[in-house]
């Protein structure tokens, strides 16, 4: 187009689209579009991984707060055992006052069953075979008559909580020449 072609009152150094343009417009708000649909995406992109990371941290602390409040009692129970011990070598010495062994042993057995219902179990050793995850070997002894890692005596009785492992049964075992 030659200046002379040019609509009357059209700058000839205009060659570029105009900001009223329809076409820029539809182009603008395109763009404009384009990056509002983005970046409402990477929101909800975060907001989603907020929400997953919200929910295990939720589900984390219930279950703290349920073994917190299931195993609470343990360390009281396990400072609890060496006087539960005392009751057990009481019961097992010959005295000769009848009704003070006794009473002693009434104690023992209330005592005993208390601890049973806080969540104290017992774990069984006589003729057993040695477990290590749950035994502690004290002594070994060569033996013909029994089975290699059998359990001959207990020491000292072990105790779980609630399932855990509060304290191994000390034990002697046999073991083969």
């Known amino acids: 187009m ?14 570029a689209i105009s900001l009223d343009d329809p076409l ?17 995406n990477e929101l909800m992109d975060r907001l989603a991984r907020r929400a997953a990371e919200f929910d295990n941290y939720r589900k984390r602390i219930e279950r703290e707060r349920a073994d917190l409040a299931q195993y609470a009692g343990m360390n009281t ?26 009473g002693v042993e009434l104690i023992y057995h209330r005592f ?15 003729g057993q075979l040695f477990d ?6 004290i002594d070994m002894v060569e033996s013909d008559s029994s089975p290699d890692q059998t359990i001959l005596a207990e020491y000292a009785a072990g105790y779980n ?14 073991v083969r020449k």
């Open 2 to 15: 030659n200046e002379d072609q040019r609509p009357e009152g059209q700058d000839p150094s205009s060659d």
């Open 24 to 40: 820029y417009q539809l182009t603008a708000l395109t763009e404009e579009r384009d990056r509002l649909v983005l970046e409402r």
């Open 77 to 102: 129970v396990s400072d609890l055992l060496p006087v539960l011990d005392d009751f057990q070598r009481a019961v097992r010495v010959e005295t000769a006052d009848r009704e003070y062994a006794k």
């Open 112 to 126: 005993y069953e208390i601890l049973k219902k806080l969540g104290l179990e017992p774990i069984a050793t006589e």
């Open 132 to 137: 290590p995850n749950v035994h502690q070997a």
């Open 161 to 174: 909580f609630k399932g855990k492992m509060l304290r191994p049964s000390m034990v002697k075992v046999a």
